[in-house]
């Protein structure tokens, strides 16, 4: 009974030991969070655009690339602005607008091998 005991008990802790192994080596992923305010603004006020970039935990400072592509919503030509990284994580952008009108906002970041392009709307002056 003490044999089938302790083999029991070391198959467990050879299991346990390859699940920990496996959720370590999961891969991260490279996460932006767009944020722009304000999101309704008025004519030529300014408008922040932010991307907070992580891999995983990791706070990502430097990015192989972080632009902006912006666009009104009747319009096909769209803008692309590069910006470099302010602190922590977090690259800006600051725009004024002289149209009216809905715009959507492509954050482009690459950085550990990976790309990812979160889109968020904003809306200068009333909304439609």
């Known amino acids: 009974m003490r044999k089938i005991t302790v083999l029991f008990l070391t198959v467990l802790i050879v299991l346990v030991g390859c699940g920990k192994e496996e959720e370590e ?16 603004a008025k004519v030529n006020e300014t408008v922040s655009f932010q991307a907070k ?4 935990d990791e706070i990502v400072t430097d990015a192989d690339e972080v632009s902006f592509e912006i666009w009104r919503e ?21 725009e004024t607008f002289k149209e009216e ?5 492509y ?4 950085a550990r091998n990976l790309h990812t392009m979160p889109k968020r709307e904003f809306v200068i002056g009333a909304k439609n």
């Open 101 to 105: 009108g809905t715009y959507y906002v």
């Open 25 to 40: 080596q999961l891969p991260k992923m490279l996460h932006v969070e767009l944020e722009i305010t304000p999101e309704l």
């Open 53 to 56: 970039v992580t891999y995983g």
């Open 74 to 94: 009747d319009k096909e030509e769209s803008e692309t602005i590069p910006v470099k990284h302010s602190q922590d994580g977090v690259y800006k952008l600051e």
């Open 107 to 110: 954050a482009h970041v690459t």
